[in-house]
């Protein structure tokens, strides 16, 4: 879950935080403008353009994954990023990071009005810093199920089976319990055992366990199904980012390669020789600069914005690109598609039990302060788990995420009291939606359109999830936290009603996915080495190239992409298979 389940109220009581010792600090200090570049008097690119090996576009977890990589091969990298250093202490706080939602360090984007969610609005963050999205989410290590991996296999994906991307998530990992089977110790990116548990998310855990779900330990390993607690990617109570995983130890390193990282430098459009990528042309406040890439430009924007520059570099669908008045360099009508999202739908109960309201309180924020424990180490979304709406699927449909918290309307909605929140959610869903160009402007936004339920089944899975978080929430396991049911209340109980209050109540888990899609077909974006088709020297190494959407979390599995990425980039034989170790993950 890449949200917060923390109420509004603690944004408001941490008007500024500073950070303890032990927290890590950005290397990063200029923007882009402050930047050594060639440009002339006027503002205009100058013909002395900069050059590189490799111009990396975003730096969120595929960009720094990606660019730290090739860095590592001896390549002189330049990575380009919209937003700022990742200086904020609340982005490194795991619990204080609703202070970021809807500040300058969030996207803030916007979908299109939902035809099947009442005609609302949903509201998107994205982060807009070094980490992007790593750097504003609820940090919780998922990989997601094999049967998710073997699917984009058997659509002609070759060397994306889980055997073959299982290599690619242990080499990324960094676990906190050593290696194992299904784990790896020494990779970038720390994954742990979250320092702070709250025991009401506990009790809905062994709420599940009385109505006969397994318990499970790890969710990454023999099997996905069952309830627990999530393991983490932080570090010693602090979030463990892209960019404190791979980007800053990168910057620092005196070699074989190099890597330079500008912020504040909003890419406009990728450059072409033919149909060769030679470049990139980004804004540096009103200036417009363009550097050179000799062996290439990776794409690493994310679902949102990869397609969003294609398309205003002229690779895209005709008639829409036409539309809009950008000269098309590539007619690629799969570029916005298949556009994929998880939705959740909080179940909320009130309790006289102290829960992450108090995180800010004078003895939380001083226990933190001094030792890096304590509510303030929570993700918000603690415990959770995955199940099956029909006991004949593969695989695992709906994942419940759990919080000692109100948790409605991304967190910013208030009541009295203390509450927590059972958010099954949908993780296998058949609505397609798209990215659109709203205008040929590069700083104008794009049309997001989700099209959320509008496949029917989506809302099957919903109304299952929100009828077993009841179940749960009617277990003894909770009879000495519950006082009432909140929401949706205990009156809503025909399925008319109940899909209402979906279509009210149901929001993003922020994990858009698959708009550059990969694969063979007609809307196929990438191929299985990740080039776009039809173009030379582009790549994509982000969420967007996802055929399909993962079951869980989507960061683990976007570092996963870009690990693999690097090799297929390079040229590199592909890491092999681990094909005994991945007995299950799952056979459930």
Same mark, same amino acid.
């Given at each position: 879950?890449?949200?917060?389940?923390?109420?509004?109220?603690?944004?408001?009581?941490?008007?500024?935080?500073?950070?303890?010792?032990?927290?890590?600090?950005?290397?990063?200090?200029?923007?882009?403008?402050?930047?050594?570049?060639?440009?002339?008097?006027?503002?205009?690119?100058?013909?002395?353009?900069?050059?590189?090996?490799?111009?990396?576009?975003?730096?969120?977890?595929?960009?720094?994954?990606?660019?730290?990589?090739?860095?590592?091969?001896?390549?002189?990298?330049?990575?380009?990023?919209?937003?700022?250093?990742?200086?904020?202490?609340?982005?490194?706080?795991?619990?204080?990071?609703?202070?970021?939602?809807?500040?300058?360090?969030?996207?803030?984007?916007?979908?299109?009005?939902?035809?099947?969610?009442?005609?609302?609005?949903?509201?998107?963050?994205?982060?807009?810093?070094?980490?992007?999205?790593?750097?504003?989410?609820?940090?919780?290590?998922? !990989?997601?199920? #094999? &049967?998710?991996?073997?699917?984009?296999? +058997? @659509? =002609?994906?070759?060397?994306?089976?889980?055997?073959?991307? *299982?290599?690619?998530?242990?080499?990324?990992?960094?676990?906190?319990?050593?290696?194992?089977?299904?784990?790896?110790?020494?990779?970038?990116?720390?994954?742990?055992?979250?320092?702070?548990?709250?025991?009401?998310?506990?009790?809905?855990?062994?709420?599940?366990?009385?109505?006969?779900?397994?318990?499970?330990?790890?969710?990454?390993?023999?099997?996905?199904?069952?309830?627990?607690?999530?393991?983490?990617?932080?570090?010693?109570?602090?979030?463990?980012?892209?960019?404190?995983?791979?980007?800053?130890?990168?910057?620092?390193?005196?070699?074989?390669?190099?890597?330079?990282?500008?912020?504040?430098?909003?890419?406009?459009?990728?450059?072409?020789?033919?149909?060769?990528?030679?470049?990139?042309?980004?804004?540096?406040?009103?200036?417009? !600069?363009?550097? #050179? &890439?000799?062996?290439?430009?990776?794409? +690493? @924007? =994310?679902?949102?914005?990869?397609?969003?520059?294609?398309? *205003?570099?002229?690779?895209?669908?005709?008639?829409?690109?036409?539309?809009?008045?950008?000269?098309?360099?590539?007619?690629?009508?799969?570029?916005?598609?298949?556009?994929?999202?998880?939705?959740?739908?909080?179940?909320?109960?009130?309790?006289?039990?102290?829960?992450?309201?108090?995180?800010?309180?004078?003895?939380?924020?001083?226990?933190?302060?001094?030792?890096?424990?304590?509510?303030?180490?929570?993700?918000?979304?603690?415990?959770?788990?995955?199940?099956?709406?029909?006991?004949?699927?593969?695989?695992?449909?709906?994942?419940?995420?759990?919080?000692?918290?109100?948790?409605?309307?991304?967190?910013?909605?208030?009541?009295?009291?203390?509450?927590?929140?059972?958010?099954?959610?949908?993780?296998?869903?058949?609505?397609?939606?798209?990215?659109?160009?709203?205008?040929?402007?590069?700083?104008?936004?794009?049309?997001?359109?989700?099209?959320?339920?509008?496949?029917?089944?989506?809302?099957?899975?919903?109304?299952?999830?929100?009828?077993?978080?009841?179940?749960?929430?009617?277990?003894?396991?909770?009879?000495?936290?519950?006082?009432?049911?909140?929401?949706?209340?205990?009156?809503?109980?025909?399925?008319?009603?109940?899909?209402?209050?979906?279509?009210?109540?149901?929001?993003?888990?922020?994990?858009?996915?698959?708009?550059?899609?990969?694969?063979?077909?007609?809307?196929?974006?990438?191929?299985?080495?990740?080039?776009?088709?039809?173009?030379?020297?582009?790549?994509?190494?982000?969420?967007?190239?996802?055929?399909?959407?993962?079951?869980?979390?989507?960061?683990?599995?976007?570092?996963?992409?870009?690990?693999?990425?690097?090799?297929?980039?390079?040229?590199?034989?592909?890491?092999?298979?681990?094909?005994?170790?991945?007995?299950?993950?799952?056979?459930?």
């Amino acid at each position: 879950m890449n949200a917060n389940l923390i109420p509004v109220a603690l944004t408001c009581r941490v008007p500024k935080l500073s950070a303890p010792s032990g927290l890590p600090s950005s290397p990063i200090r200029a923007e882009a403008s402050e930047m050594q570049s060639n440009h002339s008097k006027d503002g205009q690119a100058s013909s002395a353009q900069q050059s590189y090996d490799y111009v990396v576009i975003g730096a969120g977890s595929g960009g720094c994954a990606v660019s730290a990589r090739l860095q590592e091969s001896g390549a002189q990298v330049l990575l380009l990023e919209a937003g700022v250093p990742d200086e904020t202490p609340e982005i490194h706080i795991p619990a204080a990071f609703p202070k970021l939602f809807k500040s300058p360090l969030d996207w803030n984007y916007e979908t299109e009005a939902q035809e099947h969610l009442n005609g609302r609005k949903l509201y998107w963050p994205r982060g807009k810093m070094l980490g992007g999205s790593s750097s504003i989410n609820a940090m919780i290590y998922i !990989r997601g199920h #094999r &049967a998710d991996y073997d699917g984009w296999a +058997a @659509a =002609g994906n070759h060397g994306w089976g889980y055997d073959d991307v *299982l290599p690619y998530f242990l080499k990324a990992e960094d676990f906190e319990d050593g290696a194992s089977e299904f784990h790896n110790a020494g990779g970038p990116l720390h994954v742990e055992n979250r320092r702070y548990t709250h025991e009401i998310c506990d009790a809905i855990t062994e709420g599940f366990k009385e109505l006969g779900h397994p318990a499970n330990d790890d969710f990454n390993g023999e099997s996905m199904e069952g309830v627990g607690r999530f393991h983490v990617t932080q570090k010693g109570g602090a979030r463990h980012s892209a960019a404190v995983a791979y980007l800053r130890p990168a910057l620092a390193s005196s070699g074989p390669g190099k890597l330079e990282a500008r912020t504040g430098a909003h890419v406009t459009r990728i450059l072409f020789e033919g149909k060769k990528a030679v470049g990139v042309e980004y804004l540096d406040g009103t200036e417009t !600069r363009q550097v #050179r &890439a000799e062996r290439g430009v990776i794409l +690493a @924007a =994310g679902a949102i914005t990869s397609p969003h520059l294609l398309m *205003l570099s002229g690779v895209g669908e005709r008639a829409q690109l036409e539309a809009v008045g950008v000269k098309v360099l590539h007619d690629l009508p799969g570029v916005g598609q298949n556009l994929q999202d998880h939705l959740f739908v909080p179940v909320v109960y009130d309790t006289e039990t102290a829960g992450l309201k108090d995180a800010t309180s004078e003895a939380q924020m001083t226990l933190y302060m001094s030792e890096q424990r304590g509510m303030l180490c929570s993700n918000v979304g603690e415990t959770g788990g995955f199940m099956k709406t029909d006991p004949s699927l593969p695989a695992p449909d709906l994942q419940f995420h759990n919080g000692a918290a109100l948790f409605v309307d991304h967190g910013f909605a208030e009541l009295d009291g203390y509450h927590y929140t059972l958010l099954p959610s949908l993780v296998a869903p058949r609505s397609r939606g798209q990215i659109r160009l709203a205008s040929a402007d590069p700083q104008a936004r794009p049309l997001i359109e989700p099209e959320y339920l509008s496949d029917p089944h989506d809302m099957d899975v919903l109304i299952a999830g929100v009828k077993l978080a009841r179940q749960v929430g009617d277990t003894e396991a909770l009879s000495s936290y519950r006082l009432s049911e909140v929401m949706p209340g205990e009156a809503v109980t025909e399925r008319a009603d109940l899909e209402n209050y979906i279509r009210e109540q149901a929001m993003t888990i922020y994990h858009p996915v698959g708009t550059c899609k990969m694969g063979n077909d007609d809307l196929a974006v990438v191929d299985d080495e990740l080039r776009v088709r039809g173009l030379e020297n582009l790549w994509i190494a982000d969420a967007s190239v996802m055929p399909v959407i993962p079951r869980g979390n989507t960061n683990a599995p976007t570092i996963m992409i870009a690990e693999k990425a690097a090799d297929l980039i390079l040229g590199r034989a592909a890491l092999p298979a681990r094909a005994a170790q991945a007995m299950a993950v799952s056979a459930d």
